[in-house]
């Protein structure tokens, strides 16, 4: 006897009869969509004229994901349960949005598409059709939190939702196409990070559809066995769901599913009122169905059920191939649409009365709509944790220190809805305040010695795993559904997440701009850091600031970036932040102790400038400067504030003006982000005519993409981070890539016309200035303590 | 009994103890690496000036990686095998660097770093010292392909190098916090892809070390059963070498190595005698040891050895603390350099002899410079493959159609040394043809129906997996030992593998910039497809033309970027790219039907310029222009050229240029890219004083990076794409980004002095004309005929 496979029969005739008709309309839904722009419930004989011009979707995975959610509607019913839905295959939408067509709820949000014969039409026209409905669970699908059009992050998305949300249940449909990503592979993982006491849970359904778009795929083509090694090797308890009759499936799917939602429950139990906490071996579902499943069987001497040709369209030609054209229509008649609908193209009600009531239905769960049931944050005062800053730039001090103690108390008020993510570096990044507050989230084995600066538990809410995809794929899940959190990483290896950033963004900005319906969810926090001008050990791979560029290329609505120069500024932007909705913020800051430039109530006014002037660190007070000098960034800023000093000491009567940078966007026209300056504003920072030497935190041309329209563009000169590096002490990093005080200092000599040729004598010490400093770095070690130790002397 | 653990005990004494004076001497020099600037024999007293002004580097993976190191010498000298090694566990290069001294490759390369006191000494110095040695295993590092400053690629590349390479056996250490990521977490699969006969084989270690940098790691945390499960479950068979008593340890690991090696032998016996061909359960090995073995076992209280606190540095301040300087000193002293080194410093006899000899060397084998092995691809005439091009912009082609037939060639000519990668896409990406020469490799299950267009083969050279991150990996390991391939894939989907396109320049780089050693290697070809512009039914997320940006942030040694615009343009770049090395070459080239502009000799003409005017398509002969037309990439181009056919109707005798740019790196200036233009011909081109409107492939704002230091940079207006989409027809998308022919258009009679006023009646129809095409798409699902089959009229 196989003892992952359940033999009993729990369903009775006439409720296994009705599932299975509720099943026979997605189905016939799903197809529909694909083919039909007019006749949508073959009241008439199909004709060439009911098929749409350009056929577009995919089949494939419809059936199984409509199978076990129809499944999921019987348990949601029956036991009064909260459920979402997480379509991972991809292309699944037919599926999604004829079980929310089903259920009443995609007419509620779109009435256009109404519950009649001319609403199916319009709903069947839409799909795949230009400006209309996507072929993914794009945000404008009711009950969605997760898209899928690019593929791996379904699991990850979907313990992110379970976090913090001890009620819900979240089933995460796997493709087995998906599954070969990398980030699906390490997501099963996940499983050590939910506490059955406090957590909801997640129940993973791998369906072995068996092919990709034109292979197939790995894990349906390794023996039973191996399978259920690996599963049980992740942690799980597989459940096996195979075969292809429907009504053996039936049995099967809703003896196996009462089994989990059991098994979930005792698991719960045994933590919530024995206290029993332990990583449970929590079930899943493995469910092997053949891909188009109740589809043509083949089609011109080609298998099509149960092959990758059942992926997309299983029948291409219907409207100019007459035989073609018979298939499809007794395919679709195979589903009885006439018994299935009423005359006026309503669901029957004895199906309708199948799916759950209001909010307990999977496309209207308010999990799904996060923002609907988000809470602002409850937020300490940020002032509180202000640097003492006496004089500018004189005092060191690490900025994500000072941050990981409003961080700290920010997860004391919020210890049910705010959560901390980074991949096995909150220590090294220097948030370790933290821990004051929460320890590390673990319910793998925990050993004595751990109790010694281990800080793990199962109750701990800073998530570190060192997976970068599943972290960020936890944080935009719990967004999603409307909580609270930040993802703290190195700068280099946020490139690991490019394309999921992307991803979100997108998903924020169709959501934000087209869909009332859905609520503004929590802002999506990324702090990046362990910058590039401070991987003195770490060399080369290490470096790389261009993350920015990736995001500037989303849509304004969307993305922000901020470079606090200092703690306080960092402060103020970590506030502004977490109180944001709907937007990628990207805070750059790094975890070295640097400079402090502002006390609080200077960093508030400049943060919420985003841009300004530095009256103390200037020259040109009650002048046109000679030049204007701008930073952005930590280091950057200081080597500009050591520059601005060499040629004061130099040039005592040269107008300096000093302008620092935080809200990157400010750089912008004002007609091309909301954040960007006026023409007027920024010629009255950057003048119209007079060099400016820019010093920048990540590759120069950053800066010059963001300002090429402007007025004095010929004249911005910016330095930036030019792809050298090795070991390096901070200032000859500095050096190779010409962000140094020095080369600022020459540059400034260079184009100010009026120290040309005096200057000259200038430069050369200053050349042998640089030397001096790199040889006594390579002697050495370390930058002499000048440097080190450098301080605005004023 | 405990069947997944040896208890033979294949090491006489003399032999025991000899190798575990060679791995001391490993550990000594690892520690030496990361403590001493002096007296490096420790010949004195160990003394505060001794001791490195900063300590930097990591101590917890080296002692466990350089037992693996003396343990494969000892089965490479016993059994004449060709082996290299991957080291995968972060900054581990102290073990590596160690061996390779030992074994006295270092020294080769580097003289000044010899086998003598001081040779030793000045190892020790530069270590993780300012313009020194990185501690990973940087290109610097002999007998490294494999850099590891970002986790997660160590077992994609040791497939990668086996491929192909039937004597090869390629080990490969895992760290277990790089275990943690997603790309190692399925590449793991790559089992699925080695075929016994043909290939080589991949020998896994993971190193449960236990600890990240200050975390436990999840595989060290599970049940010794759930482990078993997992490893099993990903189709290995694993043997377990635990414990931390040196003796034993080495008893156990000799005896698994010997049975690991006898296992593939047996398996590889059998696929290639006996013509059994399956995939075996290949053998690997879980070496669990304590972090830092060897070293301090508790400072202050706390525990080090087999702790996260061994991570780093694990005392640090001996320089100041008297008790932390005795204990490192009784720490070094406990490996005996004085047993271990003769007077001049060097390795004592009888423990060299335990190093192979020569290329068995694991620091001097070729594979791990592959450009010494490398051979030029024997590559047909690609002239020989032409689309046929009568009159400019009249007929439709899939260019990757055309490139798949020249693909197929090549490989049917290089059939142990060419490889094609894809994610299940490149029937997608129409590259079938390839089929014709080489099937898909598949050493999983195949089933009968397979036979029927499956195209599954264990002697499959198509490698298809649905993880770009493993092709990527495995491509890199591929080129890395000098053979050759092309990746195809998604456009929108390249930015998974954003951070490991940016690890693999920075490697080239340093490799072709700083070290004669290293041959060159076959560059890395990248074809991006399945482009923004025909996303027809797949939607936003599907459309993601980014990736260019993060291609120009790398050095401009290594990048190249290429957009042909059509099928004969695509066949000259990709034959200039196959015969590259040292680049990674990004090809922009999509899977529609397009227009047709050049004939080959055109072509070739064009591609080698990288950029060129169209004479057929311009009007300004003989004149200067009014307004400079230019294009890069297939549908930009072809709504650029119906814009000049439109403009050309409304005013007969406006003189526009049409300039096509093919190599994109033509846009920079000399002195910036070695493939730029200079300014004079830049001007030439593009004149300095006439609007130019740009229709570019990609986010606009790149060719402003690339061109705004030219003279008439004010004047190019770019359109691209700006993140807008949905479902929709080519126009459609054209018109929404602004694209378009009409779009473009209109722009002309803006900037276009002498067309303002006039051509406001024009405008007026276009906009008209934008309008009724959309409403046309609207309501049919497709462009309308007069779009979808346009021709350059002339």
Known sequence: MDDTRLQTTPLQADELRNMDRFWRACNYLSAGMIYLRANPLLREPLKPEHIKRRLLGHWGSDPGQSFVLVHLNRVIRQRDLNVIFLSGPGHGAPATLAHSYLEGRYSEIYPDRGETEEGMGRLFKLFSFPGGIGSHCTPETPGSIHEGGELGYSLSHGYGAAFDNPDLIVTVMIGDGEAETGPLATSWH?????????????????????????????????????????????????????????EKMHQQMAATLDECIDEIRAIQQRARQEGHIQRPRWPMIVLRSPKGWTG???????????????????????????????????????????????????????????????P?????????????LCKALDLPDFAGYAVDVGKPATSYVSPTDVLGQFLRDVMRRNMT??????????????LTAIYEASQKTWLAQIVESDSDGGDLSAD?????????????????????TGRHGLFA??????????????????????????????????????????????????????????????????SPDVVRIYLPPDANCLLSVADHCLRSRDYVNVIVADKQPHLQYLDMKSAITHCTKGIG????????????????????????????????EILKDLFPDLKIRFVNVVDLFRLMPDSDH?????????????????????????????????????TNHANIHVHGYAEKGNINTPLELAIINGIDRFSLAIDVIDRVHRLRGVGDHAKERLRDQKIQHLDYAHTEGIDSEAIREWKWGG
Chains 1, 2 share one sequence.
């Open 190 to 246: 996940s499983n050590k990070f939910l506490n059955p006491a406090r957590d909801g849970a997640v129940l993973p359904v791998l369906h072995l559809n068996g092919y990709k778009i034109a292979n197939p795929t790995i894990l349906a083509r390794i023996p039973r066995e191996e399978l259920e090694a690996l599963l049980t090797g992740y942690g799980y308890k597989p459940w096996f769901v195979e075969g292809d009759e429907p």
């Open 296 to 358: 043509p069987r083949e089609f011109g001497g080609h298998k099509i059920e149960g092959s990758w040709r059942a992926h997309q369209v299983p029948v291409a030609d219907p409207a100019s191939n007459s035989k073609s054209l018979k298939l499809v229509e007794e395919w679709l008649r195979s589903y009885e649409p006439e018994k299935l609908f009423d005359e006026t193209g309503r669901l029957v009600p004895e199906l309708r009365a199948l799916a759950p009531e209001g």
């Open 360 to 372: 307990r239905r999977i496309s209207a769960n308010p999990h799904a709509n996060g923002g609907a």
């Open 489 to 554: 990483t190195y700068e280099a290896f946020v490139h690991v997440i490019d394309s999921m950033f992307n991803q979100h963004a997108k998903w924020l900005e169709k959501a934000k701009r087209e869909l009332r319906w859905r609520q503004p969810v929590p802002s999506l926090n990324l702090l990046i850091t362990s910058l590039v001008w401070r991987q003195d050990h770490n060399g080369f791979t290490h470096q790389d600031p261009g993350f920015l560029d990736v995001v500037t290329n989303k």
């Open 674 to 710: 909301p954040h960007g300056l006026s023409g007027r504003d920024f010629d009255s920072l950057f003048t119209t005519d007079k060099p400016v030497i820019f010093n920048f935190h990540s590759y120069a041309s950053l800066v010059h993409k963001l300002t090429y329209r402007r």
């Open 460 to 480: 701990g809410r800073v998530m570190e795993m060192l997976s970068e995809h599943t972290l960020e794929g936890w944080l935009e899940g719990y967004t999603l």
């Open 417 to 430: 809805s705010f959560r901390v993510f980074g991949p096995d570096e909150t220590a090294s990044n220097k």
């Open 613 to 644: 002037i530095w009256d103390w660190a200037s020259t040109d007070l009650d002048h046109e400067p000679d030049v204007v000098m701008a930073s952005a960034g930590d280091i950057p800023t200081m080597e500009a504030l050591a520059a601005v």
